[in-house]
């Protein structure tokens, strides 16, 4: 499948604000947003006034990059969110929200969703006792994460942990660092969900 593999940091100045695709570096004066806050490219750094058009467009273009997909995935998901009941842009943030690879980023067991993601295609990760190697496999509440027990003893874990030990999970998630555990409790809200988008904004583009 095509997968963007031009530098990420690209991304997060494109739309003007932190991605957090690049993990702890993000959180560094390293971050690319700190040192260049202007779009890439030679005419990055001028001011474009943007139509509604280009406002809606922004918008989701940041949250699909912020979940790693492409268009195709991220239509398909709107689709399923406006069939759903209730309102279609907290629907859809809560699909996205509910798929594996990020789950497994959200619970620390990955330092980014792009490693969370090939971390769950290679098979390192259990729901509910089976293997799923998919990573838009979509978890649901009771459902429990184990890492498999092969590789609970390989290095890399060890040092994902490290690394995200003193994160905070959203509530609507429980872990145990230790046995390398993680259940779903309940279904995300909207306000437990750190993207800052405005997804109605989302919902008018797609709605034309």
Known sequence: MARYTDASCKLCRRE?????LKGERCYTNKCAIGRRPYAPGQ?????????????????????????????????????????????????????LESRLDNVVYRLGFGTTRAEARQLVTHGHFLVNGKKVNIPSYIVKVGDTIDVSEKSKKSVRFKEILDITGAKVVPKWLEVD????????????????????????????LYSK
Do not use: M
């Not at 003007?16 to 957090?20: H, P, S, Y």
């Not at 280009?54 to 268009?71: C, D, N, S, T, V």
């Open 43 to 95: 005419h990055g750094a001028q001011r474009k006034k943007l139509s509604e058009y280009g406002i809606q467009l922004r918008e989701k273009q940041k949250a699909k990059r912020f979940y790693g997909l492409l268009e195709s995935q991220f239509r398909k998901y709107f689709e399923i969110a406006n069939r759903k009941k209730g309102v279609t842009g907290e629907n859809l943030l809560q699909l």
């Open 16 to 20: 003007g604000q932190k991605l957090f």
């Open 177 to 204: 660092q230790e046995n390398l555990k993680g259940k779903i409790v309940a279904l995300p809200a909207r306000e437990d969900i750190d993207l800052n988008v405005q997804e109605h904004l989302i919902v008018e």
